[in-house]
C-alpha cells in the first residue's frame, strides 16, 4: 500500500501543536481585513487571533477569498513528486467554492502523475472539518488504505455534529444569513440564535435562547443528548471564558472524554464575529 498523507484547509481550526503531532498539511486561506490581505495558517503567524478579534470589535470590517485551482496545483504537487497519495478533506462545498478548485486541481494533477488524490466534500466547518480530519489520521493508523479512508469518511461525515451560538447578530446579518430587521429586534431583546450546519453543509438557525449562558447552556444539551464520540472539539471567538465553562459542563458527567478548546480562525471569524462559540462531535446524524 502506497503511503499517502491527510490534508485538510486552514478552516479546520485545529490547534497548531496537535496539526505537528498528527502531520497533516494544512494549505491556507486569504482573508482581507480592511486594507490588509494576509494568509492564514492555525499558527496565526500573520494575524495574531486576539488582535484579530479585538479589530472586529472596534468595527473592522473583514472577508475571504476562495483557494483558486492554482493554489492547489502548487500544494498537492511536491507531495506527488515525493510519491506519495493525497486524502484532502475540504472545507463544505455549501459555505465555499474551495472543492471545486480542488477537483480542477486533482484531475489535471492526475493525468500528470501516477499518483492518487481523493477529495472529500467535508460539508463541515471550523472544528467539524477538524474532527472528521482527526478520525481520517486515526484511521490510517488503524491501516486504512487511501479508498478504505476515504470511504469510511464519505459514510461518516453527516455524523459530524455542528452546533454554535454567536454574540453579534450584525456579522450574520452582514453574511446575509439573516434580516437586519432581525438582527436589529434580536439584539435589542438579547435574543442569542443557536446554529447548525446541515446535510447540504450550509449553515441554518434551529434555535434561539435568551441571553449568552442560555444558549451556552444548550449547546451543552445538544452534546449531551447525541454525542457517542470519545474527542469534542470547542472553538471560539475569542471568548475563552465561556469555552471553559462549556468544557467543565461536558467534563461534569464525561470524565473519558478529549475535550480540545481552540479559537476559531478568522476565515470563520470574519463571518461570525468575536464571541462565536461552537461545538463539535461526533454523534447522530444531522
Known amino acids: 500500500m502506497r503511503d499517502y498523507v491527510i490534508a485538510t484547509e486552514c478552516t479546520c481550526d485545529l490547534d497548531d501543536g496537535l496539526i505537528g503531532k498528527l502531520g497533516i498539511k494544512i494549505i491556507p486561506m486569504e482573508v482581507i481585513m480592511e486594507d490588509k490581505t494576509f494568509e492564514h495558517y492555525p499558527d496565526f503567524r500573520n494575524y495574531n487571533a486576539k488582535k484579530f478579534y479585538n479589530d472586529l470589535k472596534e468595527g473592522g470590517s473583514a472577508g475571504t477569498t476562495q483557494i483558486n485551482p492554482q493554489k492547489y496545483l502548487n500544494f498537492f504537487t511536491p507531495f506527488l513528486k515525493e510519491g506519495k497519495d ?5 472545507f463544505s462545498s455549501g459555505l465555499s467554492s474551495t472543492y471545486n478548485s480542488a477537483i480542477i486541481a486533482k484531475m489535471q494533477l492526475e493525468d500528470e502523475y501516477p499518483n492518487k488524490i481523493e477529495v472529500v466534500d467535508s460539508l463541515a466547518a471550523s472544528g467539524g472539518e477538524g474532527l472528521l480530519t ?4 486515526e484511521n490510517k493508523e488503524k491501516g486504512f488504505s487511501l479508498e478504505e479512508n476515504k470511504e469510511w469518511l ?14 453579534d447578530l450584525m456579522f450574520l446579518k452582514r453574511g446575509g444569513r439573516i434580516s437586519a430587521a432581525t438582527a436589529i429586534v434580536g439584539s435589542a431583546l438579547k435574543i442569542k440564535p443557536l446554529l447548525t450546519v446541515d446535510e447540504n453543509g450550509k449553515l441554518v438557525s434551529i434555535s434561539k435562547a435568551h441571553g449568552r449562558r442560555a444558549a451556552i447552556n444548550t449547546l451543552f444539551n445538544y452534546f449531551n443528548d447525541a454525542n457517542t464520540g470519545s474527542t469534542v472539539i470547542i472553538n471560539h471567538g475569542d471568548c475563552e471564558e465561556d469555552a471553559l465553562y462549556l468544557k467543565n459542563k461536558i467534563f461534569e458527567n464525561n470524565h473519558n472524554i478529549n475535550v480540545m478548546v481552540s479559537y476559531s480562525g478568522p476565515v470563520i471569524g470574519a463571518h461570525t464575529g468575536p464571541g462565536l462559540l461552537t461545538v463539535f462531535f461526533f454523534g447522530g446524524n444531522r
Open 86 to 90: 493525497i486524502l484532502y478533506i475540504c
Open 154 to 167: 464519505e459514510n461518516n461525515k453527516l455524523k459530524i455534529a455542528h452546533y454554535f451560538t454567536v454574540d
Open 134 to 137: 482527526i478520525l481520517a489520521y
